[in-house]
C-alpha cells in the first residue's frame, strides 16, 4: 500500500495548548490556541489551577479570622485585599475609622500599587525577551526599586507580602518611627527611576513594534466585558473608583487620573507608568498632612475576637492595581458571614482575552496577556 505522507497546508488548523505553565502570567494559566499557521482563530482559557475555595472560607470562618487569607488572593497587592472587605464590614456594622488610620491605609495601598506595578512592568519586559537589554535588565531594576517599597512594609508590619495592616475600625500599626524620612527617600529614588523605565522603553524599537497597535481594546468592548484599572483607562474611559466613589479619604488628595485613548498593549503600559506617580503624588500629600490621634475606634489589640454585623447586605469596592476589586457580604447577624461574593478585577479582565487574541499572531499571545495583568490567585480565588 502507498504510504500517503501528509504534508503540512498552511490553511490547516491545528490546536496548540499554551500553558498551564508559561511566562507572561502570575500564576498558572491555559491557553487552547486554534491556529492557522501562525495566525490565532480562536483561543480559549482554562483558569481554575489556583481555585483555594476563598469564598466558601469566608462563609466557614470568622470576619476577623477570614482577613488575613485575603491577602494571599491578589499577592502582587496584599493591602488592597484587605482593604476592600474592611469597609464592607465597617459599612455592614456602623463602625467608624479615625482619620489617621484612613490616612495610612491609603499611604500603604499607594505603596502596594508601586510594587505592584513594578512587578509588573519588570515581568513583562522579561517576557518580551532579550531585545530589551538582554531580557533581564528592566526585570532587575524594577525589582530592585520594589525591594525599598518592601523594606518598608517589613519595618512597618514586621512582614513584606502579607502584611496584615487593616483591622476592623483601623489599622494594626502606627508609623515607626523614621518613617516618614525612609518614604520620602524611597519616593525620590523612584521618581528618577520611572522616568528612566520610560525613556529606555519608548526609545526601544523593538518595544514599540511589540505593543503600539497590538491588542487593541475598544472602549465599548471593555465595558462590555466589565473590564477596570488600567485596562479600562488604556481604552479611554476615566472611571477610577478612587475618584469615582472615594473612600478613606481619597477626597483629599490631588491625583489625576490617567487614560489613554488607543486600547493597545503600548497604552496599557503607558496607564500604569503614569499612575506610578500619581502615586507618589498621593502619599507625599497623606505624609505632609498625616493627622494626629488614634489608628483604630476600637481598642488597638493585635488580635481580636470577633465582630459582629447587624443582618444586612453590603458590596465595597476599591480601585487595586489590577481595577474594581468588591466583596459583597451577606449577613445574618453572626460573627461570620453567611455569603461572600469576591469581585476580582483580574477574572473580568482576563474575560476579554478570546476577543483580544482572534486575529492575532502566537508571538503577540505574550505581549497581550502580559498587558492585562492578571494575578491567578484574583484570577481562581
Known sequence: MEEKIKTFEPEEEIVLNMGPQHPSTHGVLRIILKLSGEKIVEAKPDIGYLHRGVEKLGETYTYVQFLPMLDRNDYLSATTNEFGFVLAVESLANIEVPERAQYIRVMFSELSRIASHLVWLGTFCLDLGGALGGGTSVFLFCFREREKVLDIFERMTGSRLHPHLMQFGGVRYDV????????????????????????????????????????????????????????????????DLRK????????????????????????????RIEEMRQSIKIIRQALEGLPE????????????????????????????????????????????????????????????????????????????????????????R
Do not use: W
Not at 514599540?208 to 474611559?237: F, H, N, Q
Not at 472615594?246 to 496607564?271: A, C, H, L, Q, T
Not at 449577613?331 to 476577543?355: E, M, Q, W
Open 176 to 239: 515607626y518611627p523614621g518613617m516618614d524620612k525612609d518614604i520620602k527617600e524611597t519616593l525620590d529614588l523612584l521618581e528618577k527611576r520611572i522616568d528612566e523605565y520610560e525613556d529606555m522603553l519608548i526609545n526601544n524599537p523593538v518595544f514599540l513594534d511589540r505593543t503600539k497597535g497590538v491588542g487593541i481594546l475598544p472602549k465599548e468592548i471593555a465595558l462590555e466585558y466589565g473590564c477596570s484599572g488600567p485596562v479600562l483607562r488604556g481604552s479611554g474611559v476615566k472611571y
Open 244 to 271: 469615582a466613589h472615594p473612600y478613606s479619604s481619597y477626597d483629599k488628595f490631588d491625583f489625576e487620573i490617567p487614560v489613554f485613548n488607543n486600547g493597545d498593549v503600548f497604552d496599557r503600559f503607558r496607564v
Open 293 to 380: 490621634g488614634p489608628i483604630a475606634s476600637q481598642m488597638p489589640v493585635k488580635v481580636k475576637v470577633a465582630v459582629k454585623t447587624p443582618p444586612g447586605e453590603v458590596y465595597r469596592a476599591i480601585e487595586s492595581p489590577r481595577g474594581e476589586l468588591g466583596y459583597y457580604i451577606y449577613s445574618d447577624g453572626k460573627p461570620t458571614a453567611y455569603r461572600v461574593k469576591i469581585r476580582a478585577p483580574s477574572f473580568s479582565n482576563l474575560s476579554v482575552l478570546p476577543y483580544l487574541l482572534k486575529d492575532h499572531l502566537v508571538a503577540d499571545v505574550v505581549a497581550i496577556l502580559g498587558s492585562l495583568d492578571p494575578v491567578f490567585g484574583d484570577v481562581d
